[in-house]
């Protein structure tokens, strides 16, 4: 069975750095994107970044672009999205998948998210 289990998300002040993790079991993802979305009250998923987990090639959302880094570590199966420079417009849940692309639709596979907060 296929799990993704985020943790570290919280809250934190304009300006302020957080980390979040997502571990990752109960099959290979070598295949695929390991992609981080979020979603804030009121709108829609969002794209955030991705890293393909063979290649280590990462994309962002330009509105991340700069400020966030996505990273993995294969022998723990873990990936990090580490995001500096917060902003209060980066509160949402935060969410780990994996799939492929920088779309909802294209990931099969979702964790159950982590609150992050960015107060002013």
């Known amino acids: 069975q296929v799990q993704l289990v985020e943790s570290g998300g919280g809250l934190v002040q304009a300006g302020g750095s957080l980390r979040v993790s997502c571990a990752a079991s109960?099959?290979?993802?070598?295949?695929?994107?390991m992609g981080w979305f979020r979603q804030a009250p009121g709108k829609e998923r969002e794209f955030v970044a991705a890293?393909?987990?063979?290649?280590?090639?990462?994309y962002y959302a330009d509105s991340v672009k700069g400020r966030f880094t996505i990273s993995r570590d294969n022998a723990k199966n873990t990936v990090y999205l580490q995001m500096n420079s917060l902003k209060p417009d980066d509160t949402a849940v935060y969410y780990c998948?994996?799939?492929?692309?920088?779309?909802?639709?294209?990931?099969?596979?979702w964790g159950q998210g982590t609150q992050v907060t960015v107060s002013s």
């Open positions: 998948a994996a799939g492929r692309g920088t779309r909802a639709t294209g990931y099969n596979y």
């Open positions: 890293i393909i987990w063979s290649g280590g090639n990462t």
């Open positions: 109960g099959r290979t993802f070598s295949s695929y994107a």
